[in-house]
């Protein structure tokens, strides 16, 4: 992704639905909206209020294999969106005795997200990208009405 600009985002909300999960993420210049299954805006919506389960979800066995092996989530960026698809890529650091490694891996944005909240990382999208969706700020702000009345 070298020479390619990244645009910081935030997730704004996450909407449970009939068939899913709507997660709205943006900045102030655009909204934009990914659809996932229920388990997975489950567990993000777990994730970012630190809420534990029993036993521990994939997420969290992943996270605590990453800080075993000194491995350090850096950064989450979207790569691709195609008729309603999205990839995104995972940055990681691994410490050793050699040195640091940096390894980007390709991963559904669902679980780059989890992981990235989860260590309260930053989420990027890339320009090309950004500027290919369609803009859903308008129906951010109703929702957000609607949920406020």
Do not use: C, W
Request: proline share 3%.
């Amino acid at each position: 992704m070298a020479g390619m600009e990244s645009v910081a985002i935030a997730l704004k909300i996450i909407v449970p639905t009939q068939n899913g999960t709507a997660i709205f993420l943006g900045n102030e210049e655009k909204t934009f909206v990914i659809y996932v299954d229920n388990t997975a805006g489950t567990t993000l919506t777990d994730t970012l209020s630190g809420t534990r389960k029993e036993r521990p979800s994939t997420h969290e066995l992943t996270g605590a294999a990453f800080e075993g092996f000194g491995i350090e989530v850096k950064r989450m960026v979207i790569n691709h969106a195609e008729d309603g698809i999205f990839h995104a890529r995972l940055s990681l650091t691994m410490r050793n005795e050699l040195g640091v490694k940096l390894v980007e891996i390709d991963t559904r944005p669902s679980d780059a997200l989890i992981l990235a909240s989860r260590e309260k990382k930053p989420l990027f999208i890339l320009r090309e990208v950004l500027d290919e969706l369609e803009d859903m700020s308008e129906v951010l702000r109703k929702i957000t009405e609607q949920q406020k009345s």
